[in-house]
């Protein structure tokens, strides 16, 4: 009788610790918190390193390994580099930056980019390289074509606050993508000095291998900039502009065509308004009608000066233009101006692009094109 006792205590004893087991599902908790990925949250959707500085693997795999394709850890072993999730980030760079390619899974190559940077033939391939790395990375390509033709925001706030608002760069993340926009921006000569602010130069039209990238990438990020804004068949922009050519003839040449490429339909005074009456009248009309508005602020036109002043007064958003700095009025410099540069052969392709650009742009997020936003 003892020896039946006995047995039945020891065969319940296992099913209590089976019990246990099954009570603590520590299989599924343990792999989330395990995971990196699920702490940092979403993987960085642009490269974390500036373009030269996610060099060194491409680099080490076209001189060691005749360029030939590699598993990741093997491109690493080229470049004396030991595996680690540091290095594994920085080869996802340089596929961002187009410097590696995924010929197949797991393994990479290096790009004809990468030839031109390591080994350039001519004294521009190593320049025009870095600028198409730079066109292709995501998000650094689109904020260079935010600020294209433009001066850079003197408080590195508004910089920030356009990377986190309109680009939606994790506010945890933004002054490490800052960091990396702005030194690429130098590694491919793209800001230049004037009146001690820095303007970024646009190559979205180059006669260079850049070019083929560039004509498809800018008509990407007009669409990309257009999502989200509703544009109606009745909708207008109003050109506060001088008539007299020179300036005069770029409304049929690059405003009308701008505004169109954005949806808008384009209203002049003198050609689209223009009745009897009084034409203050017919202007008011105008601007008040206006979805957003373009001024042609070249040559300091007063009656131009005198629109802008009414059409601030109404809140309209302005997109502001120029071919010089000191043609800006002091006190409106601080909002977002394109400067275009007439001795730039494609200087017209570049502003009819940038203009459709900045009119869905001050459709989408009127405060940057607003001098008195309302409270």
Excluded at 347 to 374: R, Y
Aim: aromatic content about 6%.
């Amino acid at each position: 009788m003892a020896e039946d006792t006995t047995q039945p205590s020891a065969t319940e004893t296992k099913p209590a610790k089976n019990k246990v087991k099954k009570k603590k599902p520590k299989g599924k908790q343990s792999t989330n918190t395990a995971n990196p990925a699920t702490k940092r949250g979403t993987p960085l959707g642009y490269p974390k390193h500036p373009v030269l500085k996610c060099l060194r693997i491409p680099q080490a795999v076209l001189e060691n390994n005749a360029g030939k394709e590699c598993a990741d850890r093997e491109a690493a072993k080229f470049a004396s580099i030991g595996w680690s999730g540091q290095t594994a980030v920085e080869i996802s760079s340089a596929i961002k930056y187009g410097l590696f390619e995924r010929p197949s899974a797991g393994k990479v190559k290096p790009t004809d980019i990468t030839r031109r940077i390591v080994k350039p033939q001519t004294p521009t391939d190593k320049v025009d390289a870095i600028r198409e790395a730079l066109l292709r990375a995501p998000l650094i390509s689109d904020i260079y074509k935010h600020y294209r033709g433009e001066n850079l925001p003197e408080e590195s706030s508004f910089l920030a606050n356009t990377a986190t608002e309109t680009f939606k760069i994790p506010a945890d993340r933004v002054n490490e993508f800052i960091g990396v926009f702005l030194e690429d921006l130098q590694a491919a000569q793209l800001l230049e000095e004037v009146n001690g602010k820095k303007r970024v130069l646009d190559i979205t039209h180059m006669p260079s291998e850049v070019a083929g990238v560039a004509s498809i990438t800018t008509d990407d990020h007009l669409k990309k900039v257009s999502k989200g804004v509703t544009v109606e068949a009745t909708d207008t922009c109003f050109v506060m502009m001088p008539f007299a050519n020179p300036i005069g003839g770029y409304y049929a040449t690059i405003y009308e065509p701008a505004i169109k490429k954005a949806g808008l339909t384009p209203v002049r005074a003198d050609t689209d308004i223009f009745a009897t009456g009084k034409i203050i009248d017919q202007i008011w009309a105008g601007l008040k009608r206006a979805k957003v508005l373009v001024a042609e602020l070249t040559g300091r036109n007063p009656n131009v000066l005198y629109e802008l002043g009414l059409a601030h007064a109404l809140h309209k958003p302005v997109v502001l233009i120029s071919s010089n700095e000191a043609d800006v009025p002091f006190d409106v410099r601080h909002v977002r101006v394109i400067y275009y540069e007439l001795t730039d052969p494609f200087w017209g392709e570049k502003l009819i692009a940038k203009v459709a650009e900045n009119i869905v742009s001050a459709i989408k997020t009127p405060n940057e094109a607003i001098q008195f936003p309302k409270e």
